[in-house]
Nanobody, 124 residues
């Protein structure tokens, strides 16, 4: 089993920044891809960003490209999502997930371990 715990969410004004962290415990995390997803009230969970096992490849949703940066620190068993220039439409619960293999994906079904989520609220 893999346990994923997100942290770093909160309330921020539009234009501000937050950094989310996702710390893994249990079975190995470092040989697998990792992703961030988000879910706003009344909406389906959507892809935000993904990174492959080595950190050498990343992929972003068009809505966050140029504003968000995904990264990982294998030594700390932790992944990150740096969010800059936040907008009210970024308000959602953010989830990290571990992929079923070493690749990077924008599809929920390619991930088999999920964190509990952290709330991000951006005020206008």
């Amino acid at each position: 089993q893999v346990q994923l715990v997100e942290s770093g969410g909160g309330l921020v004004q539009a234009g501000g920044s937050l950094r989310l962290s996702c710390t893994a415990s249990g079975r190995t995390f470092n040989n697998y891809g990792m992703g961030w997803f988000r879910q706003a009230p009344g909406k389906e969970r959507e892809f935000v960003a993904a990174i492959n096992w080595s950190g050498g490849s990343t992929y972003y949703a068009d809505s966050v490209k140029g504003r968000f940066t995904i990264s990982r620190d294998s030594a700390k068993n932790t992944g990150y999502l740096q969010m800059n220039s936040l907008k009210p439409e970024d308000t959602a619960v953010y989830y990290c997930a571990r992929a079923r293999d070493s690749g990077l994906y924008d599809v929920l079904g390619r991930y088999n371990y999920w964190g509990q989520g952290t709330q991000v609220t951006v005020s206008s």
